[in-house]
T-cell receptor, first 108, second 113 residues
Framework: GQQVQQSPASLVLQEGENAELQCNFS?????MQWFYQRPGGSLVSLFY???GTKHSGRLTSTTVIKERRSSLHISSSQTTDSGTYLCALERGNNRIFFGDGTQLVVKP | GPKVLQIPSHQIIDMGQMVTLNCDPVSNHLYFYWYKQILGQQMEFLVNFYNGKVMEKSKLFKDQFSVERPDGSYFTLKIQPTALEDSAVYFC???????????FGAGTRLSVL
């Protein structure tokens, strides 16, 4: 079954609005990583966050292991934030599972 | 930041031919991965590789697939023979070790005709 579930599947925002993306996992984990996939396909690592909260500019990631969830918060969204956001779960055998992603569209 | 290079960026071949996808991982990284992504679909794990050996492979990693990293050079994914359903973008990734950040290449778009 699906080990990593992301929500929402898609999200449309007006520029300046905030976004909250969720990742829930059904198994134990060693690490959680968030990626941004550009419309052209390449992936950019946003956060490596096995637990706790991390900040990077307008982005904040919070992972709560006990609740088996991780979130990505985007504040003051911009049109250049449009793309797909993926969370990835690493388990003990170095195998990394991806969620289906959240497709974000930010309109001007 | 660290870069993973993939060569070529696009490859078009006829069904039944062999293809080799090349990946130049981040220097000093020890763990290597291949992922397959069909357009608009999920990123799917194929295989991971460490210390010259395959550690784990998924059901998508068919018998026609093989990986190697000869003499510490490119980490390669070979498909022989190719099939129509192999058309996808193949992403290579590397990491410095267990519980380390994963770095991805830009992908190789493979089209099997």
């Amino acid at each position: 079954g699906q080990q990593v579930q992301q929500s929402p599947a898609s999200l449309v925002l007006q520029e300046g609005e905030n976004a909250e993306l969720q990742c829930n996992f059904s198994t134990s984990l060693n690490s959680m990583q968030w990626f941004y996939q550009r419309p052209g396909g390449s992936l950019v690592s946003l956060f490596y966050n096995p637990s706790g909260t991390k900040h990077s500019g307008r982005l904040t990631s919070t992972t709560v292991i006990k609740e088996r969830r991780s979130s990505l918060h985007i504040s003051s969204s911009q049109t250049t934030d449009s793309g797909t956001y993926l969370c990835a779960l690493e388990r003990g055998n170095n195998r990394i599972f991806f969620g289906d992603g959240t497709q974000l569209v930010v309109k001007p | 930041g660290p870069k993973v290079l993939q060569i070529p960026s696009h490859q078009i071949i006829d069904m039944g031919q062999m293809v080799t996808l090349n990946c130049d991982p981040v220097s000093n990284h020890l763990y290597f991965y291949w992922y397959k992504q069909i357009l608009g679909q999920q990123m799917e794990f194929l295989v991971n590789f460490y210390n010259g050996k395959v550690m784990e492979k998924s059901k998508l990693f068919k018998d026609q697939f093989s990986v190697e990293r000869p003499d510490g050079s490119y980490f390669t994914l070979k498909i022989q023979p190719t099939a129509l359903e192999d058309s996808a973008v193949y992403f290579c990734a590397s990491s410095g070790g267990h519980q380390n950040t994963l770095y991805f290449g830009a992908g190789t778009r493979l089209s099997v005709l």
